[in-house]
């Protein structure tokens, strides 16, 4: 907005009659300098952004193939809605997920945050009792889990 107000005052400048500059636009040279080092700062931060979401999209996971029922390592990027993750301890996990099942008989686990809050302290989440016991009577073949989540909208 700053930017816009000093290209106008640039562009008044240039009007003799008005000017106290005798037409010449003084304006100029700081303001280009100014938008140029923030064109540049800008362009570096998205580069960097750019670099970082590509090492993050090409971490792997485990992800079920739902033909084989076997879980195959993956990117990230291929990961999509309904996917069944298999996430082990001391790993990273790509996105939002519902814990179906735990190797913690009570269905609990522990989550890090730390990239996404700065909190180093692991949290605690349960999965819902009612799944617990579905994924118990399939056992280990996963490719007969399916349903439906009804979850709120993403909001601020």
Not at 45 to 71: A, H, I, M, P, W
Not at 105 to 112: L, P
């Amino acid at each position: 907005m700053a930017n816009v107000f000093y290209l106008i005052i640039m562009f008044l400048q240039m009007i003799d009659l008005i000017s106290i500059t005798g037409g010449r636009p003084v304006m100029l040279y700081p303001l280009t300098f100014v938008v140029s080092v923030s064109m540049i700062k800008d362009i570096s931060e998205d580069y960097k952004r750019y670099k970082s979401d590509k090492k993050e999209n090409y971490r792997t996971v485990r992800v079920l193939n739902t033909q084989t029922g076997e879980f195959e390592v993956k990117h990230w990027e291929l990961v999509s809605v309904g996917s069944i993750v298999k996430v082990m301890e001391g790993e990273y996990f790509p996105a939002d997920l519902i814990l179906l099942k735990s190797a913690d008989k009570s269905g609990q686990c522990y989550v890090e945050t730390k990239s996404l809050d700065g909190e180093t302290n692991l949290k605690t989440r349960q999965a819902n009792k009612a799944m617990m016991k579905e994924m118990q009577k399939i056992g280990e073949d996963y490719t007969q889990v399916g349903g439906e989540i009804q979850c709120e909208m993403p909001n601020d």
